[in-house]
């Protein structure tokens, strides 16, 4: 007699009823992140400098910390996740405490929230207040992985690229933002050579994205590591506003940057001015073909002191579709610009501004995608600071676990891929004669952890 869909589609096992007691846990290779955190050092300084008035429960503020990497490592996003990952006994054998409750979370978060700091900017309807001291100190471990980084593979070259993003909050505390949701709107930059998150500005969502970037940006070159010989910054439009300009092009600083321009009817009509000599090809699309052009355009509220250090240059781009069909917007072709102050072909600077979608666009995807930065858990300004600061220490972390203990072949893996092949792993912990051991489960992924572990424990412990 065949068999019916039901039974054909059956797994052949059953859940049993009764809790196996022995030490299991599923998320072998997480303490992998956590021994790199107290490593590197950044755990004792987030126990120095992260002090919130408040009882927790006996834990360390770095064990508060390690708790959310744990879980932002192993995939939850949320704080009553943890109501789960507390109940991984062998996890926290293995970590050596006790992991906190959700609500025991949810005060230290909102502990970084301090009312009435002061002003980075104020405006008529929008305003960016200062750092709590909490807040700052969790920025001060953040550096202390720059430098460790920096440390075991040292680079001479920084490209900070620098954007905002919006997260989504239902809070009624959350500003309207210019897409008409509610939430926030940080700005973060990244060095794109090592992967690594330099500065990030938590600010409500109604802060215009091109508000306060040349402050962003003094920040984010002194936190950078020592041992940089050049620095360069690629941004979008936002950026395109004279006090940055004239910031990267101040004398003895002179960085290098590559920066979209808006689109003004002066830029335009001077596009439009070029002869069709001055169009070379970038390159053929099956849709449409994009070229370039060199254009000969000063803005009127530019810069014209003879003692400025560089030429400004504007480069265009000119994408047109073929057979003379036409775009969403009813029109046959598109304009953008950008400004630059550095030297050489045209078409391998345009190219070079154009590789910041592969950083800084990436690491907004991985922080709200594949970490929790989106998931904001409170109401309060500061405790989402918090939250989405200490996100990015998590991305930072995962970068220097890549860069300094990880196989090669792993150096670009997102977090999704680290979970399966690393994080996720199931491993059984064993107390035996007064020590505690990790039994894995296949010889891949033992073979994986042994290596990552040696170098961890080989880097110079600051």
Request: glycine share 6%; net charge neutral; proline share 6%.
């Amino acid at each position: 007699m065949p068999e019916t869909p039901s039974e054909t589609t059956r797994l052949p096992f059953e859940i049993d009823a009764r809790i196996d007691p022995t030490l299991v846990t599923a998320h072998a290779g997480v303490p992998l992140v956590i021994e790199l955190f107290r490593r590197v050092g950044a755990a004792q300084v987030v126990n120095d400098a992260v002090r919130i008035k408040q009882r927790q429960r006996g834990l360390m503020p770095a064990q508060l910390v390690e708790t959310l990497i744990a879980l932002w490592t192993a995939g939850g996003d949320r704080c009553q996740d943890l109501q789960t990952l507390r109940a991984d006994t062998a996890l926290a054998a293995l970590l050596d405490y006790e992991l906190p409750a959700a609500t025991t979370m949810r005060d230290f978060l909102e502990g970084f929230h301090v009312e009435d700091l002061p002003l980075l900017h104020s405006g008529e309807k929008t305003s960016v207040p200062a750092e709590s001291v909490p807040l700052a100190g969790v920025g001060a471990a953040n550096r202390r992985i720059l430098a460790a980084v920096q440390q075991s593979a040292p680079q001479t070259i920084a490209t900070l690229d620098v954007d905002a993003t919006l997260l989504e909050a239902h809070k009624r505390t959350a500003a309207v933002t210019y897409e008409g949701m509610r939430g926030y709107q940080p700005v973060v930059v990244v060095g794109a050579e090592q992967d690594l998150i330099v500065h990030d500005e938590f600010r409500d969502g109604n802060v215009p994205a091109g508000c306060g970037n040349a402050r962003i940006l003094e920040r984010a070159v002194a936190r950078l590591p020592p041992g940089l010989t050049q620095i360069f910054v690629r941004g979008d439009s936002a950026l395109y506003e004279q006090a940055v300009l004239a910031w990267c092009e101040a004398p003895k600083r002179e960085i290098e940057y590559a920066i979209s321009a808006d689109m003004s009817p002066p830029l335009r009509a001077e596009i439009g001015r070029l002869p069709a000599s001055a169009w070379q090809l970038d390159r053929e699309e099956p849709d449409v073909i994009r070229e370039w052009a060199e254009v000969p355009y000063v803005p009127e509220d530019g810069d014209h002191r003879k003692d400025r250090p560089c030429v400004r240059r504007y480069l265009a781009v000119r994408v047109r579709k073929r057979q003379g069909e036409l775009f969403m917007d009813g029109n046959t072709v598109k304009h953008f610009a950008i400004v630059t102050n550095r030297e050489g072909d045209g078409l391998t600077l345009i190219r070079w501004h154009r590789e910041k979608a592969g950083t800084v666009e990436h690491a907004h995807h991985v922080l709200k995608n594949e970490l929790a930065a989106a998931a904001l858990p409170s109401g309060k300004f500061g405790a989402n600071a918090a939250w989405f600061r200490l996100n990015v220490l998590t991305y930072n972390l995962l970068s220097a676990l890549k860069r300094l203990a990880l196989p090669g072949d792993l150096s670009t893996a997102r977090p999704k891929r680290l979970r399966f092949l690393v994080f996720n792993t199931v491993g059984k912990v064993i107390h035996h004669a007064r020590q505690t051991w990790l039994r894995l489960t296949t010889a891949v992924q033992q073979e994986l952890l042994v290596l990552a572990r040696s170098k961890i424990l080989a880097l110079s412990p600051t």
